[in-house]
Protein backbone atom coordinates (compact mmCIF):
# COMPACT_ATOMS: atom_id res chain seq x y z
CA UNK A 1 0.00 0.00 0.00
CA UNK A 2 2.82 2.45 0.72
CA UNK A 3 4.01 1.80 -2.76
CA UNK A 4 0.87 2.33 -4.48
CA UNK A 5 0.33 5.49 -2.90
CA UNK A 6 4.37 7.04 -3.46
CA UNK A 7 3.93 5.91 -6.87
CA UNK A 8 0.81 7.52 -7.61
CA UNK A 9 2.26 10.57 -5.46
CA UNK A 10 4.35 10.62 -8.39
CA UNK A 11 2.03 11.02 -10.98
CA UNK A 12 -0.19 13.60 -9.09
CA UNK A 13 2.92 15.83 -8.66
CA UNK A 14 4.21 15.57 -12.49
CA UNK A 15 0.58 16.29 -13.21
CA UNK A 16 0.02 19.44 -10.75
CA UNK A 17 3.72 20.78 -11.45
CA UNK A 18 2.69 21.14 -15.36
CA UNK A 19 -0.72 22.87 -14.48
CA UNK A 20 1.06 25.30 -11.99
CA UNK A 21 3.99 26.17 -14.62
CA UNK A 22 1.49 26.59 -16.99
CA UNK A 23 -1.09 28.68 -14.71
CA UNK A 24 2.44 30.92 -13.95
CA UNK A 25 3.04 30.95 -17.17
CA UNK A 26 0.11 32.53 -18.69
CA UNK A 27 -0.54 34.98 -15.67
CA UNK A 28 2.84 36.14 -16.33
CA UNK A 29 2.30 36.95 -20.01
CA UNK A 30 -1.13 38.73 -19.31
CA UNK A 31 0.26 41.69 -17.05
CA UNK A 32 3.08 42.31 -18.93
CA UNK A 33 0.79 43.02 -22.16
CA UNK A 34 -2.08 44.42 -20.17
CA UNK A 35 -4.48 41.19 -20.98
CA UNK A 36 -3.99 41.92 -24.87
CA UNK A 37 -3.50 38.73 -25.84
CA UNK A 38 -5.74 37.10 -23.51
CA UNK A 39 -8.25 39.52 -25.18
CA UNK A 40 -8.32 38.66 -28.59
CA UNK A 41 -8.33 35.27 -27.85
CA UNK A 42 -11.17 35.62 -25.49
CA UNK A 43 -13.04 37.11 -28.34
CA UNK A 44 -12.31 34.61 -31.35
CA UNK A 45 -14.17 31.55 -30.29
CA UNK A 46 -13.07 30.13 -33.54
CA UNK A 47 -9.35 30.36 -32.92
CA UNK A 48 -10.04 29.57 -29.83
CA UNK A 49 -11.15 25.84 -31.24
CA UNK A 50 -8.45 25.35 -33.60
CA UNK A 51 -5.62 26.30 -31.34
CA UNK A 52 -7.74 23.99 -28.46
CA UNK A 53 -7.62 21.42 -31.35
CA UNK A 54 -4.27 21.59 -32.14
CA UNK A 55 -2.96 21.12 -29.07
CA UNK A 56 -5.21 18.33 -28.42
CA UNK A 57 -3.30 16.60 -31.20
CA UNK A 58 -0.05 16.56 -29.29
CA UNK A 59 0.67 13.21 -28.23
CA UNK A 60 0.87 13.50 -24.40
CA UNK A 61 -1.12 15.38 -21.99
CA UNK A 62 0.69 18.44 -21.66
CA UNK A 63 -1.57 20.04 -24.43
CA UNK A 64 -4.89 19.39 -22.95
CA UNK A 65 -3.24 20.42 -19.43
CA UNK A 66 -2.51 24.25 -21.60
CA UNK A 67 -6.22 23.81 -22.58
CA UNK A 68 -7.60 23.54 -19.05
CA UNK A 69 -5.39 25.98 -17.68
CA UNK A 70 -6.74 28.12 -20.62
CA UNK A 71 -10.06 27.73 -19.57
CA UNK A 72 -9.38 28.07 -15.61
CA UNK A 73 -8.06 31.70 -16.70
CA UNK A 74 -12.00 32.17 -18.51
CA UNK A 75 -9.47 32.84 -21.49
CA UNK A 76 -11.36 30.29 -23.41
CA UNK A 77 -14.87 29.09 -24.13
CA UNK A 78 -16.28 25.17 -23.13
CA UNK A 79 -16.66 24.89 -27.01
CA UNK A 80 -12.87 24.87 -26.99
CA UNK A 81 -12.25 22.19 -24.46
CA UNK A 82 -14.23 19.86 -25.65
CA UNK A 83 -12.39 19.98 -29.22
CA UNK A 84 -9.02 19.57 -27.24
CA UNK A 85 -10.55 16.63 -25.88
CA UNK A 86 -11.71 14.90 -28.60
CA UNK A 87 -8.22 15.52 -30.23
CA UNK A 88 -5.84 14.21 -27.84
CA UNK A 89 -5.25 10.64 -27.57
CA UNK A 90 -3.26 11.34 -24.09
CA UNK A 91 0.33 9.11 -23.97
CA UNK A 92 -1.74 6.43 -25.69
CA UNK A 93 -0.83 8.44 -29.04
CA UNK A 94 3.03 7.62 -28.31
CA UNK A 95 1.88 3.78 -28.81
CA UNK A 96 -0.53 4.03 -31.95
CA UNK A 97 2.40 5.70 -33.48
CA UNK A 98 4.77 2.94 -32.73
CA UNK A 99 2.38 0.01 -33.06
CA UNK A 100 0.89 1.27 -36.58
CA UNK A 101 1.86 4.67 -37.47
CA UNK A 102 -0.26 4.52 -40.38
CA UNK A 103 -3.58 4.38 -39.20
CA UNK A 104 -2.53 6.41 -36.11
CA UNK A 105 -1.96 9.51 -38.61
CA UNK A 106 -5.24 8.54 -39.92
CA UNK A 107 -6.98 8.55 -36.22
CA UNK A 108 -5.24 11.47 -35.44
CA UNK A 109 -6.11 13.39 -38.54
CA UNK A 110 -10.26 12.41 -38.07
CA UNK A 111 -10.05 12.95 -34.02
CA UNK A 112 -8.24 16.53 -35.51
CA UNK A 113 -11.79 17.41 -37.74
CA UNK A 114 -14.00 16.10 -35.77
CA UNK A 115 -13.11 18.03 -32.57
CA UNK A 116 -12.87 21.43 -35.02
CA UNK A 117 -16.52 20.25 -36.64
CA UNK A 118 -17.78 19.69 -32.78
CA UNK A 119 -16.25 22.73 -31.26
CA UNK A 120 -18.27 24.52 -33.70
CA UNK A 121 -21.60 22.95 -33.10
CA UNK A 122 -20.81 23.38 -29.34
CA UNK A 123 -20.14 26.90 -29.67
CA UNK A 124 -23.42 27.48 -32.04
CA UNK A 125 -25.73 25.90 -29.66
CA UNK A 126 -24.10 27.83 -26.57
CA UNK A 127 -24.17 31.33 -28.49
CA UNK A 128 -28.20 31.60 -27.41
CA UNK A 129 -26.88 31.31 -23.78
CA UNK A 130 -24.17 33.86 -23.90
CA UNK A 131 -21.47 31.75 -22.45
CA UNK A 132 -20.08 34.62 -19.23
CA UNK A 133 -15.96 34.51 -19.57
CA UNK A 134 -14.66 36.65 -16.51
CA UNK A 135 -13.57 36.60 -12.53
CA UNK A 136 -16.13 34.76 -11.44
CA UNK A 137 -14.76 31.42 -12.31
CA UNK A 138 -11.27 30.09 -11.45
CA UNK A 139 -8.80 32.77 -10.73
CA UNK A 140 -9.12 36.52 -11.11
CA UNK A 141 -7.43 38.01 -14.48
CA UNK A 142 -6.12 41.75 -13.11
CA UNK A 143 -7.49 43.56 -16.93
CA UNK A 144 -6.04 46.93 -15.19
CA UNK A 145 -3.07 45.69 -13.64
CA UNK A 146 0.26 46.17 -15.72
CA UNK A 147 3.26 44.16 -13.75
CA UNK A 148 6.93 45.76 -15.14
CA UNK A 149 8.22 41.69 -13.89
CA UNK A 150 12.00 42.28 -14.32
CA UNK A 151 13.88 45.12 -12.86
CA UNK A 152 17.25 44.83 -11.92
CA UNK A 153 17.11 47.39 -9.27
CA UNK A 154 14.59 45.59 -6.83
CA UNK A 155 15.96 41.77 -7.41
CA UNK A 156 19.20 41.99 -4.82
CA UNK A 157 17.20 44.53 -1.90
CA UNK A 158 13.89 41.57 -2.96
CA UNK A 159 15.79 38.65 -1.90
CA UNK A 160 17.67 40.47 1.31
CA UNK A 161 14.67 40.97 3.07
CA UNK A 162 12.99 37.82 1.20
CA UNK A 163 9.42 37.48 2.22
CA UNK A 164 7.57 33.89 3.30
CA UNK A 165 5.67 33.39 0.16
CA UNK A 166 8.84 33.76 -1.85
CA UNK A 167 10.77 31.79 0.24
CA UNK A 168 7.99 28.75 0.08
CA UNK A 169 7.72 28.83 -4.50
CA UNK A 170 11.69 28.77 -4.83
CA UNK A 171 12.31 26.00 -2.64
CA UNK A 172 9.40 23.89 -3.58
CA UNK A 173 10.62 24.46 -7.49
CA UNK A 174 13.92 23.59 -6.44
CA UNK A 175 12.68 20.57 -4.76
CA UNK A 176 10.20 19.68 -7.52
CA UNK A 177 13.15 20.48 -10.10
CA UNK A 178 15.69 18.22 -8.19
CA UNK A 179 13.11 15.11 -8.34
CA UNK A 180 13.01 15.51 -12.08
CA UNK A 181 16.31 15.39 -12.16
CA UNK A 182 17.17 12.24 -10.27
CA UNK A 183 14.03 10.30 -11.54
CA UNK A 184 11.94 10.19 -8.66
CA UNK A 185 9.35 11.87 -10.68
CA UNK A 186 8.07 11.64 -14.56
CA UNK A 187 8.25 9.44 -16.98
CA UNK A 188 12.06 7.24 -16.96
CA UNK A 189 14.84 8.75 -19.52
CA UNK A 190 14.79 11.89 -20.94
CA UNK A 191 11.56 12.45 -23.24
CA UNK A 192 10.43 15.71 -24.58
CA UNK A 193 7.68 16.40 -21.95
CA UNK A 194 10.45 15.93 -18.69
CA UNK A 195 12.62 18.25 -20.67
CA UNK A 196 10.09 20.37 -21.27
CA UNK A 197 8.93 20.48 -17.27
CA UNK A 198 12.62 20.53 -16.14
CA UNK A 199 13.06 23.92 -18.34
CA UNK A 200 9.28 25.22 -16.74
CA UNK A 201 10.96 24.67 -13.47
CA UNK A 202 13.81 26.84 -13.98
CA UNK A 203 11.20 29.54 -15.62
CA UNK A 204 10.07 29.18 -12.67
CA UNK A 205 13.03 29.96 -10.63
CA UNK A 206 13.48 32.65 -12.75
CA UNK A 207 10.07 34.17 -11.99
CA UNK A 208 10.21 33.95 -8.34
CA UNK A 209 13.48 35.00 -8.24
CA UNK A 210 12.81 38.57 -9.97
CA UNK A 211 9.67 39.62 -10.01
CA UNK A 212 8.27 42.23 -7.73
CA UNK A 213 6.42 41.35 -4.67
CA UNK A 214 3.04 42.76 -5.37
CA UNK A 215 2.64 40.31 -8.28
CA UNK A 216 3.98 37.09 -6.56
CA UNK A 217 2.03 37.90 -3.53
CA UNK A 218 -1.49 38.43 -4.94
CA UNK A 219 -1.14 37.20 -8.81
CA UNK A 220 0.79 33.71 -8.29
CA UNK A 221 1.27 33.00 -4.58
CA UNK A 222 -3.14 34.04 -3.83
CA UNK A 223 -4.81 33.23 -6.75
CA UNK A 224 -2.71 30.43 -8.29
CA UNK A 225 -0.81 28.74 -5.74
CA UNK A 226 -3.28 29.02 -2.48
CA UNK A 227 -6.46 28.56 -4.79
CA UNK A 228 -5.48 25.98 -7.14
CA UNK A 229 -2.32 23.59 -6.16
CA UNK A 230 -3.86 21.31 -3.09
CA UNK A 231 -7.15 21.21 -4.87
CA UNK A 232 -5.65 19.34 -8.06
CA UNK A 233 -2.60 17.69 -6.28
CA UNK A 234 -5.19 15.96 -4.00
CA UNK A 235 -8.15 15.08 -6.91
CA UNK A 236 -5.07 13.93 -8.95
CA UNK A 237 -3.69 11.38 -6.23
CA UNK A 238 -7.39 10.60 -4.94
CA UNK A 239 -8.26 9.33 -9.17
CA UNK A 240 -4.69 7.73 -9.36
CA UNK A 241 -5.42 5.72 -6.23
CA UNK A 242 -8.57 4.83 -7.13
CA UNK A 243 -7.77 3.82 -11.03
CA UNK A 244 -5.21 1.58 -9.08
CA UNK A 245 -8.37 -0.89 -8.24
CA UNK A 246 -10.66 -0.51 -11.47
CA UNK A 247 -9.82 -3.72 -12.92
CA UNK A 248 -10.71 -2.70 -16.84
CA UNK A 249 -9.46 -5.58 -18.55
CA UNK A 250 -12.33 -7.98 -16.05
CA UNK A 251 -14.95 -5.69 -17.30
CA UNK A 252 -13.77 -5.73 -21.22
CA UNK A 253 -13.38 -9.48 -20.75
CA UNK A 254 -16.86 -10.18 -19.74
CA UNK A 255 -18.33 -7.79 -22.55
CA UNK A 256 -15.86 -9.20 -25.70
CA UNK A 257 -17.35 -12.18 -26.53
CA UNK A 258 -20.85 -10.48 -27.22
CA UNK A 259 -21.62 -8.51 -30.50
CA UNK A 260 -19.43 -5.74 -31.96
CA UNK A 261 -21.85 -2.84 -30.27
CA UNK A 262 -21.19 -3.65 -26.99
CA UNK A 263 -17.90 -3.63 -27.03
CA UNK A 264 -18.50 -0.31 -28.75
CA UNK A 265 -20.32 0.89 -25.43
CA UNK A 266 -17.48 -0.63 -22.85
CA UNK A 267 -15.25 1.12 -24.51
CA UNK A 268 -16.84 4.88 -24.58
CA UNK A 269 -18.09 4.01 -20.96
CA UNK A 270 -14.04 3.15 -20.07
CA UNK A 271 -12.69 6.41 -22.01
CA UNK A 272 -14.74 8.21 -19.07
CA UNK A 273 -11.70 7.21 -16.71
CA UNK A 274 -9.38 10.11 -16.54
CA UNK A 275 -6.12 7.99 -17.07
CA UNK A 276 -4.37 7.07 -19.75
CA UNK A 277 -3.79 3.49 -19.02
CA UNK A 278 -7.50 1.56 -19.39
CA UNK A 279 -7.33 3.03 -23.64
CA UNK A 280 -4.36 0.96 -24.32
CA UNK A 281 -6.46 -2.30 -23.46
CA UNK A 282 -8.73 -1.28 -27.27
CA UNK A 283 -4.81 -0.02 -28.73
CA UNK A 284 -3.61 -3.48 -27.95
CA UNK A 285 -6.72 -5.12 -29.22
CA UNK A 286 -6.37 -3.15 -32.70
CA UNK A 287 -2.79 -3.46 -32.89
CA UNK A 288 -4.02 -7.72 -32.86
CA UNK A 289 -6.81 -7.31 -35.30
CA UNK A 290 -9.69 -8.02 -32.88
CA UNK A 291 -11.56 -4.86 -32.47
CA UNK A 292 -12.49 -2.73 -35.67
CA UNK A 293 -11.04 0.51 -36.74
CA UNK A 294 -14.54 2.44 -35.26
CA UNK A 295 -14.49 1.60 -31.93
CA UNK A 296 -10.60 2.67 -31.62
CA UNK A 297 -11.73 5.93 -33.20
CA UNK A 298 -14.73 5.98 -30.41
CA UNK A 299 -12.17 5.11 -27.44
CA UNK A 300 -9.94 7.73 -28.65
CA UNK A 301 -12.97 9.92 -28.83
CA UNK A 302 -14.14 9.99 -25.11
CA UNK A 303 -10.92 9.08 -23.92
CA UNK A 304 -8.59 12.02 -22.81
CA UNK A 305 -5.81 10.87 -20.68
CA UNK A 306 -4.84 12.69 -17.38
CA UNK A 307 -6.23 15.87 -19.51
CA UNK A 308 -9.47 16.34 -17.68
CA UNK A 309 -8.30 15.62 -14.13
CA UNK A 310 -7.57 19.16 -13.71
CA UNK A 311 -10.99 20.03 -14.44
CA UNK A 312 -12.07 16.86 -12.30
CA UNK A 313 -10.58 19.38 -9.42
CA UNK A 314 -12.09 22.43 -10.52
CA UNK A 315 -15.68 21.87 -11.58
CA UNK A 316 -17.12 18.72 -11.51
CA UNK A 317 -20.06 19.68 -13.32
CA UNK A 318 -17.82 21.43 -16.15
CA UNK A 319 -16.25 17.95 -16.12
CA UNK A 320 -19.17 15.45 -16.17
CA UNK A 321 -20.85 17.80 -19.06
CA UNK A 322 -17.51 17.54 -21.53
CA UNK A 323 -17.61 14.04 -21.22
CA UNK A 324 -20.69 13.80 -21.97
CA UNK A 325 -20.96 15.84 -25.07
CA UNK A 326 -17.76 13.50 -26.27
CA UNK A 327 -19.39 10.19 -24.98
CA UNK A 328 -22.36 11.23 -27.41
CA UNK A 329 -20.07 11.98 -30.14
CA UNK A 330 -18.45 8.83 -30.03
CA UNK A 331 -21.05 7.21 -29.72
CA UNK A 332 -22.79 8.43 -32.61
CA UNK A 333 -19.45 7.89 -34.83
CA UNK A 334 -18.44 4.74 -33.44
CA UNK A 335 -22.14 3.42 -34.42
CA UNK A 336 -22.21 4.63 -37.27
CA UNK A 337 -18.93 3.18 -38.85
CA UNK A 338 -19.45 -0.05 -37.07
CA UNK A 339 -23.08 -0.04 -39.56
CA UNK A 340 -20.60 0.77 -42.59
CA UNK A 341 -18.19 -2.03 -41.48
CA UNK A 342 -15.60 -0.19 -40.23
Given at each position: ??????????H???????V??M??????I??????R????????PL???L?????????G????????????????????????????????A?????L????A??????????????????????????????????F?????????????????????????E????????T?????????V?????W??E????L????????????????????H?????????F??????SW???????????????G??????????????????????????????T??????????????????????G??????????????????N???????????L????
Amino acid sequence: MQELLLETLRHALMITGFVMLMMVVVEYINVQNKNRWAEKLRHSPLMQILMAALLGIVPGCMGSFAVVSLYTHRMIRLAAVVAAMIATSGDEAFVMFALFPGKALLINGILFVVAILAGGIIHLLSKKKKEVLGPQYGFVIHQKNYCKCFEKRIILPQLKRITFERSLLLFATTVFSLLLVLGVIGHEGWGWEKITLLAGGLFLLFVFLTVPEHFLKEHLYNHIIKKHFLRIMLWSWGAFVLLHFVQTEQLLGALVENNPYWILLAAVLIGIIPESGPHLVFVTLFSQQLIPFSILLASSIVQDGHGMLPMLAESRKDFFLIKGINILIGLVIGMLLLFLGL
